[in-house]
């Protein structure tokens, strides 16, 4: 059973999000604040968080920064009333994996958390067993049987390890992100194959999401700086112009 964790100062909002989840089998909890919320991820088990933005205590963006700076990689859904927030969200690179704009029904936005927990947990030992829901785009990221997720890749003195969501290098482990996870699965899964941004976008991000291609480079560029050496010029996770991007393969 999945647990939800939700950061929302509106007890009316909050409690119409919980008692739909409940339905579809997710349970949740509720803070009204930032504070505190690095100590609850660390110490309860939480497999997807939603976030409002404007909170009484701080920022929902800056909480997300926080979050990802500690490592921890659980989906993160930004809630929002203001159109400007959704240009952070797909233009900042915050680390959030995707967003609803207020007023929402609250069917719609469990329809978006159960989606993520089917593209954040299909890698192993967590519960991927939430199916699609009414409305949703369904399996918009499909893993084959022979998936790159069940093995480990080496990029020069990388390696990927996508069912442990991270890379190790000389200098340390660094952490992926759902989303980052699951862009490299579709690279790994088809070495030196051309995507263009809008076929990425409908793999990862699915057909019927609300949001907008433009966040593909965005993602590109955050693992750039996870797997090159110089993210500027980068040597396996290439641009081929008026085309897309491709992962080179690396020569055995």
């Known amino acids: ?49 939603i976030l409002d933005v404007m909170l009484p205590d701080g920022s929902g963006f800056d ?14 859904l930004f809630m929002t009333a203001r159109s400007e927030d959704v240009d952070e969200v797909l233009g900042l690179g915050l680390g959030g994996d995707d967003y609803i704009t207020k007023p929402f029904t609250s069917s719609s936005l469990v329809a978006r958390v159960k989606a993520q927990l089917r593209r954040a947990y299909s890698y192993g030992d967590h519960d991927a067993s939430v199916g699609p829901a009414a409305g949703s785009s369904g399996a918009a990221f499909t893993r ?32 992926l992100t759902a989303r980052e996870r699951a862009l490299l699965e579709v690279f790994i899964e088809h070495p030196n194959q051309v995507f263009t941004r809008d076929r990425l976008f409908d ?34 996770l290439q641009t081929v112009r008026g085309l897309g991007y491709r992962l080179r393969a690396p020569r055995t």
């Open 144 to 175: 084959p049987s022979s998936s790159a997720a069940s093995r480990t890749v080496k990029l020069g003195e990388r390696c990927i390890d996508l069912a442990a969501g991270e890379i190790t290098s000389p200098g340390g482990n660094t952490n």
């Open 63 to 76: 909480l997300c920064r926080d979050i990802r700076a500690k490592g921890h990689q659980l989906p993160i």
């Open 1 to 49: 059973m999945s647990h939800v964790l939700i950061v929302e100062d509106d007890d009316d909002i909050a409690s119409a999000v919980r008692d739909h989840l409940a339905r579809e089998a997710i349970t949740s909890a509720h803070t009204r604040r930032c504070g505190g919320v690095l100590d609850r991820l660390s110490s309860e088990k939480f497999e997807a968080l």
């Open 203 to 236: 793999l990862v991000w699915g057909h019927d999401h609300f949001g907008d291609p433009g966040t593909v480079p965005v993602h590109i560029r955050r693992l750039r700086e996870k797997l090159e050496d110089d993210p500027s010029q980068p040597q396996w």
